[in-house]
């Protein structure tokens, strides 16, 4: 069997083993660590009224990213291939679930983060620059469209500069913890609302519960199932799993004491109903020079995030393209430029209409996470079953790496994994139907490209 998604031949070469521990985890906490933790946790502020618990979900989001990891540990060490997901649930459940898997890719999960972390751009933009009432949309739609036009053109960004993005990234997370922890000065009590008043609970209580807490926290720990690609190039079995336990451990200590800083430097209150909960804080430490040096730094963070993704989305696009003759338009490469050009193209199209409905709905950042994650978790979740499914129709398939402890941490992922599919239905309904309308538009294709496929 082929190893691309669909059957269709692929001559590569083979990874070689080249990278240590430390080059390993270097890698990893760079994937893992986005744009994200400068938006995520005001909201999971808002979601729990109570310091203790808003660390609890920090912990327990990288307790559950260590598991995840480990069973994409198994399935990439297994069965190798370029189209990741994409080809573990072809593999384990054919070709319909693989096709509604690449149609969300294309118009939901990644264009979604496309479409979030460039909102997020606009937020923190704004705060230099601002545009009036619309102005994150605006800057989010300049984003998007600049950068699709610039990896269009075939230019990428080189290792230099892409490590410069990762320092002042690093340096911005640093200076949130420094200035939270040890410079801010005690925050203003929270004012007392009237009996009965909006929001109930408490005198400022927003909760939405432990399941919106966990689906931002979780969002903001995304990228390690990218990292497990690198596995084959590890130098030694056991320490692909050693470089994942440290790394996401690191980032999980970062991101508690990023969020540490936020509740000592602004106060639950403050934190909760923050939309740049970085600028504020250090516009409370430094003044609004501290918030346009931040906003600034936590922009540039946006930005590799969304050209990361516009990368990665364009070229499994090309490879949906590539299986399935209906998408035939997108599966075209451009050899002078060096890019899926078509590709490029419609999901630039597909960002740029996301934004416009987060400025319609006036969701924003928030809304726009909330469109993708019961289609991210759907498909998370059949992964997870996924190596149950493996184990049984395929048991003599060498696996260089095994789940620790099977079949408890694989059923521990996908329960959590449903828990929060059935999370993001409950308490995001609005947002949430309109990322599974267009899944259901994906099956009606699919249905289309069977039966021409039939006749």
């Known amino acids: ?78 069965f190798p291939s370029a189209g990741g997901e994409y080809h573990f649930i072809q593999r384990a459940f054919g070709r319909s679930l693989a ?17 979030v972390f460039a909102y997020l751009f606009g937020d923190y933009l704004s705060r230099v620059i601002n545009m009036g009432p619309y102005s994150s949309a605006i800057w989010a739609a300049l984003v998007v469209f600049v950068l699709t036009a610039v990896n269009y053109r075939g230019i990428q960004e080189g290792k230099t500069a892409q490590n410069v993005f990762t320092v002042l990234e690093v340096c911005g997370l640093l200076l949130i913890i420094v200035a939270g922890l040890f410079l801010a000065a005690p925050p203003a009590p929270p004012p007392v609302m009237a009996p009965g008043a909006a929001g109930g609970g408490g005198p400022w209580y927003i909760g939405a519960g432990l399941g919106t807490a966990m689906l931002f926290v979780l969002f903001t720990y995304g990228g390690w199932n990218d990292a497990a690609y690198i596995s084959a190039e ?51 430490v430094w003044g609004g020079t501290g918030e346009k040096v931040i906003s600034i730094m936590i922009a540039i963070a946006a930005l590799t995030s969304v050209n990361g993704s516009i990368i990665v989305g364009a070229r499994s696009n090309y490879a949906l393209g590539r299986d399935w003759p209906i998408f035939g338009y997108l599966g075209k490469w451009d050899a002078a430029s060096g890019s899926p050009r078509n590709a490029l193209v419609v999901q630039g199209v597909i960002a740029l209409a996301l934004v416009g409905l987060g400025a319609i709905q006036k969701a924003g950042f ?90």
């Not at 096709?99 to 479409?115: D, E, K, N």
């Not at 521990?412 to 993001?424: A, E, K, M, R």
């Open 1 to 78: 069997m082929s190893d691309s998604p669909g059957g269709s031949t692929q001559q590569s070469a083979q990874p070689k083993a080249s990278l240590s521990v430390f080059d390993a985890c270097t890698m990893i906490v760079g994937l893992i660590v986005g744009a994200g933790v400068f938006g995520t946790p005001a909201i999971v502020a808002g979601a729990m009224n109570d310091e203790t618990l808003i660390l609890a979900v920090w912990v327990a989001g990288g307790v559950f990213s260590i598991i995840g990891a480990l069973c994409y540990a198994e399935l990439v060490t297994a």
């Open 99 to 115: 096709f509604l898997y690449g149609w969300a890719r294309m118009t939901v999960i990644v264009a979604g983060s496309i479409a």
């Open 234 to 284: 590890v130098k030694g079995e056991r320490n692909m799993v050693r470089a994942l336990l440290i790394a996401i451990s690191v980032v999980a200590v970062l991101y508690v004491l990023i969020a540490l800083a936020y509740m000592k430097g602004l106060g639950l209150y403050a934190m909760a109903r923050s939309d740049a909960v970085a600028a504020d804080l250090l516009k409370v």
């Open 366 to 455: 928030k809304g726009l996470v909330e469109y993708s994650l019961p289609v991210f978790w759907g498909f998370f979740l059949l992964v997870g079953v996924a190596v149950f499914v493996l184990r049984a129709k395929e048991p003599d398939a060498p696996r260089p790496f095994r789940v620790p402890l099977y079949p408890v941490l694989p059923a521990i992922f996908v329960c959590v994994c449903g828990y929060l599919l059935y999370s993001s239905l409950t308490f995001h309904k609005d947002n949430a139907l309109v990322g599974l309308g267009v899944l259901a538009i994906g099956g009606v294709i699919l249905l289309f490209a069977r039966g021409k496929k039939a006749a």
